[in-house]
């Protein structure tokens, strides 16, 4: 490939997955395009629940706040009657479902990314992939002609029909449900007592969320209602609810009505070379639980971090490699609750669903239980440690780490995740001797260190936590580890920690090679370009 790259990054896609990772890139200080083949932003709510854990990552950046002024606040879920999840006992700044519009989102993701020195072309859309050991090469096109657009990396943010994993050669494998759903934006004019109500039965299944100004996102289907072209009719839609709800809910004035298909599929493989994927490019489940955005921006910051220290040459050899080994795990299990989920709610059998109606509300009327429950669907209990390893602290490698109020030597006290605006690691000395914190000095401005001045409950037992740029703990070392009053032996465990995770000491290398085993070339048939690269749109 002759072309050299004209920005270290292309993120194909401007939703809220490619708009969070062109942030995540933008605040590591790497030059990054964002490609996007609609000429002008949807103006469709689709997807409208941001969870606690979601909000918290975007806490991470400073993103959170005008989220949460925009959105609505839902503080509980009602997944059948008699059983309810009460969101306000969750231990997160963001205790609640933020129901807010996709479009909403994408509009301040977009507007930080722009901020932040993020190109943005719309009408741009790639036709063509060519990949080697160096970069990649997009072949574009819009209304004015076509182009070539090359890169140290791409990253897929496409979506379902992903172009970037078609021409990358990324298998898709799954199943689509023998059912069509309908989704509404509609006004009720009886609407049911519940914030998030969750009602099936019978073969149905019914979601109702109100998101303000009037307007209720409802989702129903049924299995005796097979996929159609036929346009969705108001009628249609109040006979459905009015058998889901047992009384007619009265819609009206809907902004919007249409049928879609729900799919449960999951990539072979999130990055092949110097192309990766995310968002529902990489995976796609049923919709059930309103987990797929929270999803997709959720590996836009765990994917972020390490492009930049890969593209910036710092990174570990299996640094790059980790994004599909942790984000991996986490798609499939969200597809297999959903699938589960989505099954049991369709059943035609009466007896199974009065089972389930009995099961979760005897389940859910225990605190503990409910707790559980809240934090499982918010992704508070997602996390990469391995499992059965604890070393006697309540936190561990691998772990969210929550965010505290970190009492700071010599500052006033500060929340953790205001710590972590600049997407660096930051590194929390506990100690008296603030050995750790001056340790990190050899890794220049890839570590920040803050030296704590006074007890931290939430880290009782802890001596030195090394925070990862998307909020997990990296490493951690307690005051009772063998060999830890050895100034000698807690210096070179601090220095293998560092190594691990922020490479070697000093200015950080020149980029090179991709790792062995990624880097076959991928090529996919191109058009020669009619025009130079089109302007900045």
């Known amino acids: 490939m002759a072309v050299a790259p004209e920005q270290s990054v292309i993120v194909v896609g401007a939703g809220p997955t490619g708009l969070a990772l062109a942030c995540e890139l933008a605040t590591a200080g790497v030059s990054c395009t964002v490609l996007e083949r609609r000429l002008t932003p949807s103006g469709q709510s689709r997807a409208m629940g941001l969870y606690s854990r979601t909000m918290e990552v975007l806490d991470l950046r400073g993103h959170a706040d005008a989220l949460a002024a925009l959105g609505r606040p839902v503080g509980r879920m009602v997944p059948a009657r008699g059983a309810m999840v009460d969101f306000a006992e969750l231990d997160s700044r963001f205790p609640y479902l933020n129901v807010i519009p996709q479009s909403r989102t994408e509009e301040v993701l977009q507007q930080r990314a722009l901020g932040l020195g993020v190109t943005v072309e719309r009408e741009a859309e790639v036709f063509g992939l060519e990949q080697d050991g160096s970069g990649v090469t997009l072949q574009v096109r819009s209304g004015a002609g076509e182009w070539e657009e090359s890169a140290d990396f791409v990253v897929g943010c496409d979506g379902a029909h ?4 078609e021409l990358s050669g990324i298998g898709f494998r799954g199943h689509t449900y023998d059912i069509a759903p309908i989704l509404a934006d509609v006004r009720l004019r009886k609407p049911p007592p519940d914030d998030l109500l969750l009602l099936s039965g019978g073969g149905g299944v019914m979601v109702s969320v109100p998101y303000g100004g009037g307007l209720y996102r409802i989702a129903v289907a049924r299995r005796d209602r097979p996929w159609t072209r036929d346009p969705v009719t108001l009628e249609e839609l109040g006979a459905l609810l ?12 809907p902004e919007w009505l249409a049928r ?9 493989q999130y990055r092949t070379g110097r192309v990766l994927l995310a968002g529902d490019a990489a995976h796609l489940h049923s919709p059930l639980g309103g987990q797929g955005l929270n999803l997709g921006i959720q590996d836009a910051v765990n994917l972020g971090w390490k492009l930049a220290a890969e593209v910036q040459g710092w990174a570990p050899a299996d640094l790059l490699d980790s994004y599909e080994t942790e984000r991996r795990p986490q798609a499939e299990r969200i597809l297999q609750t959903t699938d589960r989920a989505t099954r049991l709610a369709t059943t035609t059998s009466a007896a199974l669903t009065a089972l389930r109606r009995t099961a979760l509300a005897k389940a859910l009327s225990h605190r503990r239980i ?3 429950v809240g934090e499982s669907i918010s992704g508070l209990r997602a996390d990469y440690a391995r499992r059965g390893v604890r070393g006697g602290l309540r936190m561990r490698a691998g772990q969210r780490v929550p965010d505290l109020t970190v009492p700071r030597a010599g500052a006033a006290p500060v929340r953790l995740y205001e710590l972590m605006r600049d997407g660096r690691f930051l590194l929390l000395d506990l100690s008296d001797d603030g050995r750790a914190a001056a340790l990190t000095e050899a890794w220049g401005s890839r570590v920040s260190p803050v030296r704590v001045g006074g007890p931290l409950p939430e880290l009782t037992g802890v001596r030195t936590l090394l925070v990862r740029p998307d909020g997990y703990a990296a490493w951690v070392a307690g005051e009772e580890e063998p060999g830890g009053r050895d100034e000698r032996v807690r210096d070179e465990r601090v220095r293998d920690a560092l190594h691990r995770w922020c490479g070697v000491e000093g200015p950080a290398p020149q980029p090179g090679p991709v790792a062995a085993g990624h880097a076959g070339p991928v090529t996919a048939p191109v058009s020669e370009p009619e025009s130079a690269r089109a302007e900045q749109r």
């Open 260 to 268: 879609f298909k729900i799919h449960q599929r999951i990539a072979d």
């Open 242 to 253: 009015t058998r889901a709800l047992g009384f007619d809910p009265e819609p009206y004035a």
């Open 162 to 165: 992903s172009v970037v994993r």
């Open 370 to 372: 409910q707790r559980f």
